[in-house]
């Protein structure tokens, strides 16, 4: 409806400037040209200052967007890089030394790039000391590599876990900081006077745009013969104007609509694809998980069946040594020499003990396979009855190395208050998963708070996760995981499970972690989740889950 009343009026208007020749009384030939160069000259400044406002819009996308792309690339491989090594020394997989050695020249082009559009940037004081700290950083990067290749993987996880490596490290994060703040204030200052030029180029249109309408509004006043046609076309004018803008700012009204439908949708699509991606990197840690301890527990179960058979058969050769010893009290003086070299009282005590030792060690081994197989549980990727206990005991398994005591960490203390719980019907890779998020969390904020404390706070109250297990209504059971630690402001805890949101440095947290929680546990399994916290007491999260789906 409205287009049609455009159209209209868009023809009543070309109507009337089709008769106005015919109106024309008077032709003053010389204002029209006299205004018409005026129209020329105002036009040749305003376009000089639209095109260099044009230029330096085009060098902003060109160099300084490219810039601040470089940066953030700088820093992703820079991560790469740090991942791989860390990798290579918990695994001893040449894999991860090779995927080193292909991102490190990626990175030095990166930087050389970015070099030749920046120099600026890379020739400050923070900029040498980035440098001697990236340098120091590959050096020991190298290192470790080279005590890898040389079996000695502990050291080179002590070497990459060492407080030097860690303040290279944040040094080296520090100036690449603050060679973005560089960058980033460059492109601000590029921006501001891109709007600089485009103020004046606005500026002097409508100064433009004034001075003609004064010209021409005398070429009208000399027009005597134009003047009822004007009055005609004019109203004509002003309302099909008034018509256009109300149908524009209809129009307009109706594309916020839409521009802020598709900006949700988009948001959500963002997050739904992080989240996929997150999903899948748990699937593959699962599969890897799942394939290592395959891997582990075939020859494991070669040495623990054979180990039963090696103290049957160490038994009767020592009983038949003794058996010698008795009725051959006097050996020929060769044997003799030999029982005493090897000390076969020794020997006989020693044996025993070795072999104990090697079967308390397959048995380990094989606990450690089994909870690392439980906590991937591939084969359980739809719903089925499991106990829960099995999937939090299989989660402390993997995270035992981060609760034992270190240089930087002391102890944590575990306690566990499990309830009578019966087989509960739930996506058990899932819930191992919250159970992993969770108790991870713990885990740092006991850390944090071993760097909040004194030596003798730590001793008063020592760090401890609280694990309690209980059925409600024979509905639903619930699982209290406590700690600690410093606890959580109000302000952190209202946002602890919104997507992307972490108060953990930059490459140390996604934020996505509580958020995937949140989801598995609320819309996977249709429970509840909730985070008590009291600063300076602890921290304690309530994961509700029904015993049955409920649909």
Request: with cysteine.
């Amino acid at each position: 409806m409205i287009k049609n009343k455009f159209k209209v009026y868009q023809s009543k208007i070309q109507y009337w400037l089709k008769n106005l020749p015919d109106q024309l009384t008077l032709r003053p030939s010389q204002v029209v040209t006299a205004s018409v160069f005026l129209t020329l000259f105002l036009f040749i400044p305003q376009a000089w200052i639209s095109w260099h406002a044009y230029l330096n819009f085009n060098g902003i996308i060109k160099y300084e967007l490219k810039l601040q792309s470089l940066s953030d690339r700088i820093t992703y491989l820079d991560e790469v890089l740090t991942m791989s090594a860390r990798m290579n020394a918990a695994t001893g997989n040449p894999i991860w030394e090779k995927r080193y050695k292909l991102f490190e020249p990626q990175l030095d082009a990166v930087i050389k790039e970015s070099i030749k559009l920046a120099p600026q940037a890379y020739n400050t004081e923070d900029a040498k000391k980035t440098d001697i700290a990236n340098q120091k950083l590959v050096a020991m990067e190298s290192e470790s590599f080279a005590l890898v290749k040389k079996g000695q993987n502990q050291l080179a996880q002590a070497l990459l876990s060492s407080p030097e490596y860690e303040i290279q490290k944040q040094r080296y994060a520090a100036g690449v900081a603050s060679r973005n703040r560089v960058i980033s204030l460059q492109l601000q200052r590029k921006i501001v006077e891109y709007r600089q030029e485009l103020f004046w180029s606005i500026f002097v249109s409508l100064v433009s745009l004034l001075m003609l309408i004064i010209a021409w509004m005398l070429v009208l006043k000399l027009l005597q013969g134009y003047i009822k046609a004007k009055k005609i076309a004019q109203n004509a004018l002003e309302k099909n104007n008034q018509d256009l803008e109300n149908w524009v700012e209809k129009r307009t009204q109706e594309l916020r609509e839409k521009n802020t439908e598709l900006e949700k949708t988009l948001q959500e699509l963002q997050q739904t694809q992080i989240q996929l991606i997150q999903t899948e990197k748990m699937s593959s840690l699962g599969q890897m998980i799942a394939g290592i301890a395959h891997e582990i527990n075939n020859p494991v179960n070669f040495i623990y069946g054979n180990i039963s058979y090696t103290q049957k058969y160490s038994r009767e050769l020592i009983k038949l040594v003794e058996l010698y010893q008795q009725h051959y009290s006097d050996p020929p003086p060769i044997i003799a020499e030999e029982i005493k070299a090897i000390d076969v009282d020794f020997l006989n005590q020693d044996f025993t003990k070795l072999l104990k030792s090697m079967q308390i060690g397959a048995e380990r081994i094989k606990g450690i396979v089994e909870s690392l197989r439980n906590f991937s549980r591939l084969d359980e990727a739809e719903m089925k009855k499991v106990d829960i206990h099995e999937g939090i005991d299989s989660t402390l398994m993997i995270l035992s190395h981060r609760l034992k005591e270190t240089d930087k960490n002391p102890a944590i203390s575990l306690i566990k208050e499990y309830g009578s719980l019966p087989l509960v019907e739930c996506y058990p890779s899932q819930l191992n998963q919250v159970f992993m998020n969770i108790l991870a969390n713990a885990i740092d904020a006991l850390s944090d708070r071993y760097l909040h404390c004194t030596p003798d706070e730590i001793r008063n109250n020592p760090n401890c996760i609280r694990i309690v297990t209980e059925v409600i209504d024979n509905t639903s059971i619930l699982v209290r995981i406590s700690d600690n630690g410093l606890g959580i402001p109000e302000e952190i805890r209202s946002k602890l499970f919104d997507p992307f949101f972490t108060t953990k440095p930059v490459g140390k947290g996604t934020g996505l972690g509580l958020s995937i929680t949140y989801k598995i546990v609320v819309d996977k399994h249709h429970g509840k989740l909730s985070c008590k916290s009291k600063l300076r007491e602890g921290t304690e999260f309530i994961i509700e889950i029904p015993i049955k789906p409920s649909c």
